[in-house]
Every structure is written in C-alpha cells, then in structure tokens.
C-alpha cells in the first residue's frame, strides 16, 4: 500500500516562510521522481516543483522565481518544499506525487499522491 502523506502547512503572513513535507512509504522511494502541484479554489490543479531520483535535477514552475526550493532525503523517504516570501496569491492546497519514470509537469503523469496540505496567505 502506496501512502503519501504531507505535513506543514499553515497560515501565514505574506512575506513569510514554510517548510513542506512528504513522507512516502509502500514503495521504493529512491526509484521515484517527486512533485509538487497545487490547487486553488475555483483553480486548475498546477505544476510547482519537481525532483529527480538522486535529487541531482530540480525543475519548477515560472511562478515560482526563486522563491521555493524542492529537496529530498532518500534516507528518510520524505520530499520537502521549502516557501519563500510567501504571496496571498500561493495560497492554496500543497500536494506531493511520485512517478517511477522521467520527470513531468503534467498531473495526469504522476501515479501517486497525498492527500495534501493547506497553505493560507495572508496579505
């Protein structure tokens, strides 16, 4: 049993700082690309990080513009999002995925998923 399962998410003000988590388990995490999408209300789910399997290759979102860093810890099975100088406008529902094949930006690409964490903020 696959299970992803996201943590970290909270209110805050604009400007400010969240780390995301993901801790995976039922699978062989290190064979796995991770990504993050998100979705707002009345909004499209929406590509904003991906990782490769070593963690050598990060991808994100043209939204993003150094804000937010993806890293993973194969040790640990957990993939993070670290938010930066947060904007009224992320806010939204954090998910991770994993696919076991060459990163995507599509969601329909990802075989996995959490349930996701609420990100709120603030202006």
């Known amino acids: 049993q696959v299970q992803l399962v996201e943590s970290g998410g909270g209110l805050v003000q604009a400007g400010g700082s969240l780390r995301l988590s993901c801790a995976a388990s039922?699978?062989?995490?290190?064979?796995?690309?991770m990504g993050w999408f998100r979705q707002a209300p009345g909004k499209e789910r929406e590509f904003v990080a991906a990782?490769?399997?070593?963690?050598?290759?990060?991808h994100y979102a043209d939204f993003v513009k150094g804000r937010f860093t993806i890293s993973r810890d194969n040790a640990k099975n957990t993939v993070y999002l670290q938010l930066n100088s947060l904007k009224p406008e992320d806010t939204a529902v954090y998910y991770c995925?994993?696919?076991?094949?060459?990163?995507?930006?599509?969601?329909?690409?990802?075989?996995?998923w959490g349930q996701g964490t609420q990100v709120t903020v603030s202006s």
């Open positions: 990782i490769s399997r070593s963690g050598g290759e990060r």
């Open positions: 039922g699978l062989t995490f290190s064979s796995h690309v």
């Open positions: 995925a994993a696919v076991a094949m060459v990163v995507t930006r599509r969601p329909d690409g990802y075989r996995y």
